[in-house]
T-cell receptor, first 115, second 112 residues
Framework: AQKITQTQPGMFVQEKEAVTLDCTYD???????LFWYKQPSSGEMIFLIY??????QNATEGRYSLNFQKARKSANLVISASQLGDSAMYFC????????????FGQGTRLTINP | NAGVTQTPKFQVLKTGQSMTLQCAQD?????MSWYRQDPGMGLRLIHY???????DQGEVPNGYNVSRSTTEDFPLRLLSAAPSQTSVYFC???????????FGPGTRLTVT
């Protein structure tokens, strides 16, 4: 079975600072993918970034990067130069070898950016 | 390009009533899924489909039925609503390339 653990229920960060959101995972699948989603107060789920288990380099998408440490089974999201609009819930998720239709989500981290 | 659409956005049901949550996607994605999100929790998979005519159960399937007659549509049926089904329901679709799922705006369902 796959499991995602997000140990930070809430985080408070000053605007323009960098922030790291933690995510650890557990799986026995040899191939898997890791995702981060953002859920603002309006409720929609927004895809941010993806890391494949065999990717050699850490994924980056604009201000988002994924600190992937395979041996530690961690996939932390790093947001550089945080903005007020980054305030939201952030979810880490993974898929296994069974494919794209089945994601397992963590419980999320509520990020608040203070001006 | 509408992406993934869901109707209705809000719904209130009485215990024992049935209803269908609609989901449609226009991205020609093979895979579609239904999740529920309860307060303070992440999303949990209810049912999923890998193509027209093929569906399977996820983590929390009890009380729900699905069918997939076309690539575009994936309705979720509540057979006999219970207060425990009060939740926000998300439909999502994905291709097979990487697996990132594109979500609809959600349906907030309250069962009294």
């Amino acid at each position: 079975a796959q499991k995602i653990t997000q140990t930070q229920p809430g985080m408070f960060v000053q605007e323009k600072e960098a922030v790291t959101l933690d995510c650890t995972y557990d799986t026995s699948d040899p191939s898997y993918g890791l995702f981060w989603y953002k859920q603002p107060s309006s409720g929609e789920m927004i895809f941010l970034i993806y890391q494949g288990s065999y990717d050699q380099q850490n994924a980056t998408e604009g201000r988002y990067s994924l600190n992937f440490q395979k041996a530690r089974k961690s996939a932390n999201l790093v947001i550089s130069a945080s903005q007020l609009g980054d305030s939201a819930m952030y979810f880490c998720a993974m898929r296994g070898v069974q494919g794209a239709q089945k994601l397992v989500f963590g419980q999320g981290t509520r990020l608040t950016i203070n001006p | 390009n509408a992406g993934v659409t869901q109707t209705p956005k809000f719904q209130v049901l009485k215990t024992g009533q049935s209803m269908t949550l609609q989901c449609a996607q226009d991205m020609n994605h093979e895979y579609m899924s239904w999740y529920r999100q309860d307060p303070g929790m992440g999303l949990r998979l209810i049912h999923y489909s890998v193509g027209a005519g093929i569906t399977d159960q996820g983590e929390v399937p009890n009380g729900y039925n699905v069918s997939r007659s076309t690539t575009e549509d994936f309705p979720l049926r509540l057979l006999s609503a219970a207060p425990s089904q009060t939740s926000v329901y998300f439909c999502a679709s994905s291709s097979n390339s990487r697996g990132e799922q594109y979500f609809g705006p959600g349906t907030r369902l309250t069962v009294t």
